[in-house]
């Protein structure tokens, strides 16, 4: 079967996600973009991971500081998640962000954050798989996840 570019979009779109945006803090500032691709991989150690475009320019730098923090998108941060998935001059502006133990940033208002050291990172195609290991982490926010499906967003109901 040759797999066509839009039936994967098409297909994978079928699987929900949450919403992450990871930071890092940049020799340029803070440097964030969002991400679907997040998941837990190990206990002992603690290890996370997501899956970086490799011609993403926000990548590379948050590559460069060797560490990334993983904010956990609440289901009232649609706007925020539109910011770091978009070009702008800076992501940041008027928002009023604190710092995790390895200096990078964690968003006002998510429900989480994971903040890591970059452990590893692997081939995967025209992305690279991020493995990070959690240095800090912590629940911040009361509120449900933000959820991405089929190219729109939704929130958590429980059944
Ligand atoms: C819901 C959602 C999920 C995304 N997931 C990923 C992802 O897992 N990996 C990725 O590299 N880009 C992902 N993106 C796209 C990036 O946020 C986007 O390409 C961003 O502009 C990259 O930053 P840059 O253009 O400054 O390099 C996602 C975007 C959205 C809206």
New binding site residues.
């Given amino acids: 079967m040759t797999i066509d570019p839009a039936d994967f979009r098409k297909v994978l779109g079928h699987f929900p996600t949450g919403?992450m945006v990871v930071t890092g803090a940049t020799d340029e500032g803070p440097a964030g973009?969002?991400?679907?691709?997040f998941a837990s991989v190990s206990l002992e150690p603690p290890l996370v991971m997501?899956?970086?475009?490799s011609s993403?320019?926000?990548?590379q730098a948050i590559k460069e500081t060797g560490a990334f923090c993983a904010n956990i998108l609440g289901e009232d941060q649609k706007d925020t998640?539109g910011v770091?998935?978009?070009?702008s001059d800076d992501r940041f502006a008027g928002i009023d962000w604190t710092t995790a133990v390895t200096g990078s940033p964690v968003l006002p208002g998510v429900v989480g954050y994971i903040d890591c050291e970059i452990h590893a990172i692997h081939d995967g195609g025209d992305?690279d798989i991020v493995v990070g290991l959690v240095k800090e982490m912590a629940v911040t926010g009361e509120q449900g996840p933000l959820l991405?499906f089929q190219g729109g967003y939704g929130t958590y109901e429980a059944m």
């Fill in positions: 919403v973009m969002a991400i679907g691709s997501f899956c970086a475009g993403s320019g926000t990548w998640c770091f998935a978009m070009p992305h991405f």
